[in-house]
């Protein structure tokens, strides 16, 4: 077997999207369409890939990094064109390139294995990948002989009446023997409805030279789907989403109603999890062993440890390590750090602040730009100040700890441990450990005040 290289066209508009975000980087499952193809196209045995970039090729490229070399289709003259432009980045040593385009993000890397394999057993000049499909409106025929061989693609806006009532589809996916292919590119020209290099051309010259183009009809339709439109990009949403559902259930995680969670392409969950409705698991999250997650829950990009159980909370760019509680109505903003069984508990709020092992924030307290030691208790109604107007400040607290309810910690404030806040009180200085800090008005009581204010 040769070596093989890919090519991606990912330089449309997608004028049908009505966005001024490039269409192969909107999202499905929390990933851009572009991305989603080249995790296929890389569980195949291929090279580097290159990804022909054009209408917002700046935030494209950007969004590559380093998985794929770019091309420029400054012009977006056809699919032909935009393949000329990726010529230069194939090596010569290559013998097989496949061309696939950005916005399929169904697409599976066994179904590519299957075409590259199809291909190269053939001995086909080209091999496409197609669909038959009961609603064809939109895609190239597949124009057949009497025997059987593919003759031609024709395009919607080309074909005859009875063109347009062939239900086998190009799915824009082909393998081309590498040389043949260059030498074909050379001579399409732009002679059609959309004055443009059609792609597909290359194969009825492949047909005048004596050559083979063979197909491989995918099974699963599906996985051809381009995204054109809002519509479809919902329609490969609710695919997707059903993939990793399934997919995750089978590895051990229990879905009470798998239809109301949403997963990201990236999320990892361990067995015995319980995921109830309403729950969201997006970007980089991984959820440990034995978990309950949900109901309407978001957790984001953050790495939940085994034995935890979070309700009705957002969770955002956290750690939470093993056996904590959280919710229900918790906040968990970017940068917090939970250690073991820690407790946060209702309409609480913890922002950029590591919270040490056992301690307790029950409920309806904010713990921001902090750092809490073992076994800490907070009072309801706690806040750390910790913004001057122009600063951020750190509050500590040692272990130990016990801060009474409706206390205000004014940062940069240290509390020592074991020391004790009285409850309303507001802390400017440093609590020395084993100390009992208050810090409170004097209460007056006015007697007979009621009858004084009564009217006459």
Known sequence: MGKRAVIVLAAGKGTRMRSNRPKVLHEVAGQPLVMHVLDAVETCDVQTPVVVIGHGGDAVQACLGDRAQVAWQQEQLGTGHAVMMARTLIPDDVTTVMVLCGDTPLLRGATLADLWQTHEQSGAMATVLTAVVPEPTGYGRMVRDDQGHVVAIVEEKDATPEQKAITEINSGTYCFERAALWTALDEIRPVNAQGEYYLTDVLAIFRDRGGVVGAHIVQDTQEILGINSRRQLAEAEQVMQERLRQY??????????????????????????????????????????????????????????????????????????????????????PGTELAEDVKVGDFVEVKKSRIGAGSKLPHLSYVGDAVLGTGVNIGAGTITCNYDGENKWLTTIDDGAFVGSNTNLVAPVHVGARAIIGAGSTITKDVPPEALAIERAPQRNVDGFRNRTKKQ
């Open 248 to 333: 995750w259930m089978d590895a051990g995680v229990t879905m009470l109603d798998p239809s109301s969670v949403w997963l990201s392409a990236d999320v990892r969950i361990g067995k015995d999890t319980v995921i109830y409705p309403q729950t969201m698991l997006e970007g980089q999250t991984v959820i440990g062993e034995d978990c309950t997650v949900g109901p309407l829950t978001r957790i984001r990009d953050s790495v939940i440890a085994n034995g935890v159980v979070i309700q009705n909370s957002v969770v955002l760019g956290s750690q939470v390590a093993d056996g904590c509680s959280i919710g229900p109505f918790a906040y968990l903003r």
